[in-house]
C-alpha cells in the first residue's frame, strides 16, 4: 500500500514539474537587449515629464495600501520617514538611518531583538510596496541603467534595471509608453517571479492633492490589487 502511495505521488510530483516546464516554455521570455546614453535617458525624461514630474518632486506625504488594506503606509519624503502597520505591528521606520527606527506590538515597544527583525521585515515590505506606488518617478535612482528597446509596434520601451539599492538588486522591468510618454505597464525580470516578461498594468492613475500623479490599482495576468486609498498631499 505504501509503495503504490509513494508512486502515485511521484507521478503527481512528475506531472506537476512537466507542466512547470511547459508553461515556463510558452510564457517565459528572455531579458531584451536596448541601446543605453543620450536615447534611453531622453525617453526616460519623456515619461516623467508626461507624469508632472515636478509636482510628486515637491509633494511631501504619501498615503497608500496593499494586501486588501492589511499593509497601512504614511511616508514622509521631506524627513524621508515612514509609518508602516500590518497585523498588529507598527513600525516607525527611519528611512536615512534604519537602526534608529522603532517597531511595536500591540501599542507596546519592542525589546531589541524583536524590533531588528521586524524593523528588518518592515524595510522589505517597504521597498517592494512602495514600488508598485511611485516606480515611474524612480528611473534615475542610484544604480539604475536605462536602455531603449525596440517593441514589435515599432516604438521604443524603456528598459530599467536596479543595479544596486532596493532589496532584490539585479531586477529589471520594461515600460511600455503611450505616444506622449505616459505609462501603460511594464514587464518584469526579476527574482521572486520565475517566469520572465510578466507584465502589470499602470493604467489607472489618480490625481492627488498635490498634483502628482499616483496609481489606484494594478492587474497582473488574473490578479488584481488595489493601491488602497492613495494619498499625495504637502500639509
Not at 33 to 40: D, H, L, Y
Not at 129 to 155: H, I, M, N
Not at 186 to 213: N, R
Request: net charge negative; proline share 5%; glycine share 8%.
Amino acid at each position: 500500500m505504501l509503495r503504490r502511495l509513494l508512486k502515485i505521488l511521484g507521478i503527481i510530483v512528475l506531472v506537476f514539474v512537466i507542466a512547470l516546464g511547459v508553461l515556463y516554455a510558452i510564457f517565459n521570455e528572455p531579458l531584451p537587449k536596448g541601446r543605453s546614453g543620450p536615447e534611453a535617458d531622453a525617453l526616460a525624461e519623456k515619461m516623467l515629464a508626461s507624469l508632472n514630474h515636478e509636482l510628486y518632486e515637491n509633494t511631501r506625504f504619501l498615503e497608500w495600501s496593499l494586501r486588501n488594506g492589511s499593509h497601512l503606509y504614511k511616508w514622509d519624503r521631506q524627513l524621508r520617514k515612514a509609518e508602516i502597520q500590518w497585523d498588529e505591528y507598527r513600525v516607525e521606520l527611519d528611512l536615512i538611518n534604519t537602526g534608529s527606527s522603532i517597531g511595536f506590538r500591540n501599542g507596546e515597544r519592542l525589546n531589541a531583538n524583536e524590533n531588528e527583525d521586524v524593523v528588518a521585515k518592515a524595510i522589505s515590505m517597504f521597498n517592494n510596496d512602495s514600488f508598485w506606488l511611485v516606480a515611474p518617478y524612480k528611473v534615475f535612482d542610484p544604480g539604475t541603467q536605462r536602455e531603449a528597446v525596440p517593441l514589435e509596434d515599432g516604438s521604443d520601451g524603456l528598459l530599467v534595471t536596479y543595479n544596486s539599492g532596493g532589496s532584490t538588486p539585479g531586477d529589471s522591468y520594461l515600460w511600455v509608453l503611450q505616444p506622449s510618454g505616459f505609462p501603460k505597464s511594464f514587464k518584469m525580470w526579476v527574482k521572486i517571479i520565475p517566469i520572465g516578461g510578466v507584465e502589470a498594468t499602470w493604467d489607472e492613475w489618480l490625481v492627488t492633492e498635490s498634483g502628482a500623479f499616483l496609481p489606484k490599482s494594478h492587474v497582473m495576468g488574473p490578479l488584481e490589487f488595489s493601491m488602497g486609498e492613495v494619498r499625495g498631499y504637502n500639509q
